[in-house]
């Protein structure tokens, strides 16, 4: 395992910068050139959270692994993906981490949900372990929709950020479950989920009204992941300017997916590459300095990010988008709506208001499967990956 991991480490200092192109950069619904914008490029990369292996963390479960190297590649993307919401949450698509400045307080809660430890809401430690309810041993390989399984439960235990988690199944996104979902009509839950306001914080991505925070808390931030599968063995290229619009949209996520075999998280695309973070390599578990700061260089990728060819990506993903307020969703369902319009676009999913009918309908034949039946079909065009993962690494 070690020259391998060795070989990923030395690697990172041999990216290629961007090309020289016309092309705009799309980086998370952000338009960049790069003639113009190249240090604002790299700075909005930069400060994406970036969650990679590690070794010498407490050992999951007690007895468990003390390092994920060679199997926790989608774990980390799930990381990072979810990572980006609560950016949006709890910091905004406008925050920028800069070396050596000081950050505001909610970046490192933020930070610290994701840290190598049992009692962290988003650790490897708790997916891996949440993973067992969905038939996946801890250390073994998840796929797309496994992990967007995962992190929707355990964003039931983070009432921080009080999240709506909605995972789109059968390739058909409902308006109205996901409007159920926000519109929840639950009370504020005290200070956690509506922290004190001061004079310049925004709620919920607007400046304190009397009443405002009332009407607010009827919609939680949605954060929504579709698992898709875009082709048998590889991308139909049809669907190819569906996902780069995707990476247009103001709401966007990104994707979790990667090359057949090693998992990427991929934040926007420049000509036919997509842009993405690679969790594969291995660093050091971080713990707190005895001053109780957390040292976080590591958590942000200083160098180009990397870039594939977007023929040579796996058909089987999940998108993400987050809406902050029911407006954001309004828009993005108008995108959505737009996009399907768009000649030599295939749409990757359906947006409906209502279930059909035949999804509640279990004596009707439904080719696509639900949550189990696609995770059993996952693992089973997983496994290939799988071996593929325990034998280049």
Not at 14 to 24: I, L, R
Not at 50 to 78: E, H, Q, V
Not at 261 to 286: K, M, R
């Amino acid at each position: 395992l070690f020259p391998a991991t060795l070989t990923y480490d030395t690697l990172r200092f041999e990216y290629e910068d961007f090309p020289e192109t016309k092309e705009p950069v799309w980086i998370l619904g952000r338009k960049y050139s790069v003639f113009t914008e190249k240090e604002e490029i790299l700075l909005d990369v930069t400060s994406r959270l970036w969650f990679t292996y590690r070794k010498n963390f407490p050992a999951i479960g007690g007895t468990g692994p003390t390092s994920d190297t060679g199997w926790g590649c989608m774990l980390r993307c799930g990381q990072m993906i979810f990572a980006q919401a609560l950016v949006c949450r709890h910091l905004g698509r406008d925050w920028r981490w800069i070396k050596g400045k000081r950050q505001m307080d909610n970046y490192f809660n933020v930070l610290n949900a994701f840290i190598d430890k049992k009692d962290s809401y988003y650790s490897i430690h708790q997916i891996a372990q949440m993973g067992v309810g969905e038939g996946k041993s801890i250390g073994q390989w998840y796929g797309p929709n496994t992990v967007a399984q995962v992190l929707k439960k355990l964003a039931t235990f983070d009432t921080w950020s009080s999240l709506a988690v909605h995972i789109a199944m059968d390739n058909t996104v409902v308006m109205e479950e996901i409007r159920r979902l926000c519109q929840s009509n639950l009370p504020c839950a005290g200070a956690a989920a509506c922290p004190a306001l001061e004079s310049d914080v925004l709620y919920n991505g607007y400046p304190e009204e009397p009443g405002l925070r009332d009407r607010l808390v009827l919609w939680k931030p949605l954060v929504l992941l579709i698992p898709l599968r875009l082709g048998l063995t590889e991308i139909n290229e049809a669907y190819i300017e569906t996902l780069k619009h995707c990476f247009m949209m103001p709401q966007s996520l990104g994707v979790i997916g990667g090359k057949p075999n090693s998992a990427h998280y991929f934040i926007g695309y420049v000509g036919e590459e997509l842009i993405y973070l690679d969790p594969h390599t291995t660093q050091p578990a971080v713990e707190p300095s005895d001053s109780g700061c957390l040292p976080d260089e590591s958590f942000h990728c200083r160098h180009p990010p990397c870039r594939m060819s977007i023929a040579e990506l796996d058909p089987s993903i999940a998108v993400g988008f987050f809406c902050n307020t029911e407006a954001d969703f309004n828009d993005w369902c108008q995108q959505i709506k737009k996009l399907a319009l768009v000649r030599g676009a295939l749409p990757m999913f359906e947006l409906v208001e209502r279930q059909p009918s035949h999804f509640s309908n279990p004596d009707v034949l439904n080719l696509t499967p639900d949550s189990s039946d696609a995770d059993r079909l996952e693992r089973f065009f997983d496994s290939e990956d799988e071996d593929f993962e325990i034998l280049s690494l």
